[in-house]
T-cell receptor, first 114, second 113 residues
Framework: KNQVEQSPQSLIILEGKNCTLQCNYTVSPFSNLRWYKQDTGRGPVSLTIMTFSENTKSNGRYTATLDADTKQSSLHITASQLSDSASYICVVGWRKASYDKVIFGPGTSLSVIP | NAGVTQTPKFQVLKTGQSMTLQCAQDMNHEYMSWYRQDPGMGLRLIHYSVGAGITDQGEVPNGYNVSRSTTEDFPLRLLSAAPSQTSVYFC????????????FGEGSWLTVV
């Protein structure tokens, strides 16, 4: 069964500190992996997308890594800001017939405090 | 540039009532979909459409209907609302299949009492 797990479920860090969020998946055949940021009361917004051949991708202070062999990904946030407080969702794409499908992880809730 | 627009933002329904959540996108995307988001769970796909006139069921389609008469619009209909349908609903679109970036609407908060 295709599944996406994320850890930790929630995290509180001080402003300015770094943090790393984890995503493990059992999805086959793997197509791509994305990270989304979802602010409270808003829709998810794309941060990064990586295909099988990519093992790292950055978007400002966000850096995603992918290890397709171990089926793990991480999202590293550098020098956190209060505006980073949000839920971070790992989304894994897989191919069925001629279309990609996606499965969403449950998300990690990040709180950045002053 | 409006992107994906959903209405209403909030709605309270009584059990057994029907309603339609509206969704429109102005990016000429072929692929549109509806998800529901419940606490502690990932977004789950309700229905999707790969183009005007073509729809298909997702992971949790029971109790919902969709239609796609135009490229821009993809309404979601609740036929007879049940408390289990209390959730946050997101409409999304992407160019081609969801292998590309998915753009989400702002969400519709639905409570069924």
């Amino acid at each position: 069964k295709n599944q996406v797990e994320q850890s930790p479920q929630s995290l509180i860090i001080l402003e300015g500190k770094n943090c790393t969020l984890q995503c493990n998946y059992t999805v086959s055949p793997f197509s791509n992996l994305r990270w989304y940021k979802q602010d409270t009361g808003r829709g998810p917004v794309s941060l990064t997308i990586m295909t099988f051949s990519e093992n790292t991708k950055s978007n400002g202070r966000y850096t995603a890594t992918l290890d397709a062999d171990t089926k793990q990904s991480s999202l590293h946030i550098t020098a956190s800001q209060l505006s980073d407080s949000a839920s971070y969702i790992c989304v894994v794409g897989w191919r069925k017939a001629s279309y990609d499908k996606v499965i969403f992880g449950p998300g990690t809730s990040l709180s950045v405090i002053p | 540039n409006a992107g994906v627009t959903q209405t209403p933002k909030f709605q309270v329904l009584k059990t057994g009532q029907s309603m339609t959540l509206q969704c429109a996108q102005d990016m000429n995307h072929e692929y549109m979909s509806w998800y529901r988001q419940d606490p502690g769970m990932g977004l789950r796909l309700i229905h999707y459409s790969v183009g005007a006139g073509i729809t298909d069921q997702g992971e949790v389609p029971n109790g919902y209907n969709v239609s796609r008469s135009t490229t821009e619009d993809f309404p979601l209909r609740l036929l007879s609302a049940a408390p289990s349908q209390t959730s946050v609903y997101f409409c999304a679109s992407s160019y081609g299949a969801p292998g590309n970036t998915i753009y989400f609407g702002e969400g519709s908060w639905l409570t069924v009492v």
